[in-house]
Every structure is written in structure tokens, then in C-alpha cells.
């Protein structure tokens, strides 16, 4: 297996080593300023970490409605190589050869840090390029699936969010692999800037370095996004047809509701003309005559009466147990069966107000004032009004 495809690669032990600046400050003021400039860039990549968070949220939401649907699947493919990119911390390595490297005012002695560490961060590099290609690579084919789905009106609001995320992935995902080549490329020849403590690091085979990134690399990520010709597509796509003209270009697009609407006509004046080639003239024609004459005869529906309330229950209310009784069985109405509740007219904030008073002066009153006093709130609450 590749160095650059081990996921557990162990890092070498960082040693320090002393070097004069001394027909050297341009090297490394390059490397300095290669390192610094790498940093800020991956430190600045949170709209692609947002990105993939949604993908990531998204693919929680609906992955038990769209387990088995092949692009469905992609995106779960798509996420996993994301992941694997987030366990790559570029950062924290660029962070730790970075606290090594001297400022921009150079001594005539520095110190730099030593060739293995450097050869290191080139192999993360590489494993990361190579990780990028795949999010490309399946970001493109998740995207020709979705399209396919837009232009049939499947879906259109999901498949739309879905294709609009995949193109924010898939772009910055391009930029990020160009400059990580771009990175790589300046990085390589500073190798024999740094000295080489002796220790064989990782193997005894060594580290294999390619000189141009992009060659090693392939051109998976510099390709742009085409149609590909398919037999069983649909859409009868064109080779090296641009994949977002299927959008407004000539092909049939039921991304709208009028076309939905005509195509579903369509299909039904298909099927009643089908029927009616089928049925006899003569009960064809009978089918045909108008019957504007005839009148239906309804009756009209009566409004339902409004039962009133039955006071006689309050009348009855002699203690304070009783009204506590009949406080509690009016709760419970409210909660479950409206209609039979006396205070069906009132508003629950009310009614609770009304309850947490009555609760209250439960034991500061008299048995007959409580009672006339139940009785006196209780009555607005039942007939709505004071």
C-alpha cells in the first residue's frame, strides 16, 4: 500500500536542527512564506465545512425515505469521503511546522525543523489530493443523477437543494485540489533546505515524491462537468453536451408547473381517445348529448342548534369540596372532550385564571362565601359574557 493511502500513518518525531542564513534567506523566507500561506488558506475553508455539514444533515433527515435510491447512495458516498478529509487535520500540521519556522527577521542562525516532518506533510498532501479527487468525482455523478430527477418534476424541491449543494462542493472542492498542487509544487524542492537526521522514516524503501503534483494526480479534477451518453437515459444526452444546458436547453424539462399540467393532458386526451375508439357509436353518441336541462333538487342543510348550558349542575354546588369536584371534572373536559365541558366558550388563559383564584381563596373564605363567589366568576365564563 502507498504511503499516501495509510490512514494511520504515525508522523516522525519533530528535531530541530541549527542553520546558518547565510546565502540561504531567500529559501527560507520562501518556505516561511509557502507555510504561512498554506495555513491561512485551510484555515479559511469554513463555507466548504458548512457545506458539508448540511450534506451531512441532509443525508440524517431523509435517509430512511431515500435508503435505496442510487443517488441517495451517492450522497452517503460523498459524505463518507468528507469525513475522511475532516480526519486529515492539514492545520494542525501546517500549525506545528509553522511554530518552527523562524519570523520574517532572520539571524544568522535559525532554526528549521527537520526533512522527515516536511516529507510528511507532502504525503498528507498527497492522500488529501487524492481524497478530493473522489469528492469531485462522485459530486459530478450524484449531480447527473439529480438532473435526471429535475427534469422529470420527481421530487423537484429536494432534488433542487440536492443538486445546488452538490455544485457548492464540487466547486470549491476543485479550488482546494488546485491549490493544495499549487502548495506541493513549491514545497518539494525545499527538501534540501532541511537536513535529514538519519533515521529511516517511514521505511527503508524511503518516500516517493513525485516533481509535478497535478501529473501524479490524473485529470479527474481538472475535468469539466459533461454529459455522458447513455442508452438507457431518458434525456437521450448528446456527448460532450454541457450538463447544465438540460436545464434550458430543447430537451423536455417538467421543472414547471404549466408543462406538468400539459403533459398530464396530454396523457389523458391519449387515454380517452383510446376508450372511446372502443365503445360503439351509439352509445357514444347517448354519451355526447348534453343533460344542461336536467335539475338536481337538494336539500338544504340546517345549521345545527346550539345547545345551551345546563346551570342546573352549578346550582348544586354546596361546599367547597363540590366546587373542587367540579373544578376538576371541568379540567378534564377542556382536555378531552370539549363539547361536554360547561366553559367550552372560554378561552383557556381565562379559565385558568379563573381556576388558580379559586384555588387560592379556597381557604381564606367562608364555605358560603366561596360557594357565591364560584358561582359569581363562573357564570361569565359559561355564557360569555359579564
Known amino acids: 500500500m502507498e504511503l499516501w493511502n495509510k490512514r494511520d500513518l504515525a508522523p516522525p518525531v519533530m528535531v530541530t536542527f541549527k542553520c546558518k542564513t547565510k546565502k540561504r534567506k531567500e529559501e527560507i523566507l520562501a518556505l516561511t512564506s509557502c507555510v504561512s500561506s498554506a495555513l491561512q488558506y485551510f484555515q479559511s475553508q469554513q463555507s466548504f465545512e458548512k457545506a458539508g455539514a448540511y450534506l451531512s444533515r441532509f443525508i440524517t433527515r431523509w435517509r430512511n425515505r431515500f435508503y435505496n435510491m442510487h443517488g441517495f447512495r451517492l450522497l452517503r458516498k460523498l459524505n463518507q469521503a468528507l469525513l475522511r478529509v475532516r480526519s486529515i487535520d492539514i492545520v494542525r500540521m501546517l500549525t506545528n511546522i509553522m511554530s518552527t519556522l523562524p519570523s520574517s527577521y532572520l539571524d544568522k542562525t ?12 507532502l504525503i498528507r498532501m498527497q492522500g488529501l489530493g487524492k481524497l478530493f479527487c473522489r469528492i469531485i468525482v462522485v459530486a459530478k455523478e450524484a449531480a447527473r443523477y439529480y438532473i435526471r430527477y429535475i427534469s422529470t418534476g420527481n421530487f423537484f424541491n ?13 466547486f470549491k472542492s476543485r479550488d482546494i485540489c488546485q491549490r493544495i498542487a499549487h502548495f506541493y509544487d513549491e514545497l518539494v524542492p525545499m527538501r534540501s533546505l532541511l537536513v535529514d537526521d538519519g533515521k529511516e522514516w517511514p521505511s527503508e524503501s524511503g518516500v516517493l515524491l513525485p516533481e509535478k503534483f497535478a501529473l501524479w494526480l490524473g485529470d479527474d479534477w481538472t475535468e469539466e462537468v459533461l454529459a455522458k451518453e447513455c442508452e438507457i437515459d431518458m434525456l437521450s444526452l448528446q456527448p460532450d453536451m454541457d450538463l447544465f444546458v438540460l436545464l434550458t436547453g430543447e430537451t423536455e424539462d417538467l421543472s414547471s408547473n404549466q408543462k406538468v399540467d400539459d403533459q398530464v393532458s396530454k396523457k389523458a386526451n391519449t387515454k380517452e381517445s383510446t376508450v372511446n375508439r372502443s365503445i360503439p357509436k351509439t352509445l357514444l353518441m347517448d354519451r355526447l348529448k348534453s343533460d344542461t336541462g336536467e335539475t338536481v333538487q337538494r336539500q338544504p342543510k340546517k345549521p345545527k342548534k346550539e345547545t345551551k348550558p345546563d346551570w342546573s349542575a352549578v346550582t348544586q354546588l354546596k361546599s367547597k369540596f363540590d366546587c373542587k369536584q367540579f373544578l376538576d371534572q371541568e379540567k378534564l373536559n377542556r382536555k378531552e372532550n370539549l363539547p361536554l365541558a360547561l366553559t367550552r366558550k372560554a378561552k383557556a388563559q381565562t379559565f385558568n385564571s379563573f381556576a388558580t383564584k379559586m384555588k387560592r381563596e379556597i381557604s ?23
Open 110 to 121: 535559525v532554526e528549521l525543523p527537520n526533512r522527515a516532518v516536511l516529507e510528511y506533510l
Open 158 to 170: 429536494l432534488s433542487s437543494m440536492f443538486l445546488c449543494l452538490l455544485a457548492e462542493i464540487w
Open 364 to 386: 381564606r373564605m367562608s364555605t358560603k362565601d366561596y360557594v357565591t363567589m364560584f358561582k359569581e366568576e363562573l357564570k361569565p365564563l359559561v355564557y360569555g359574557k359579564k
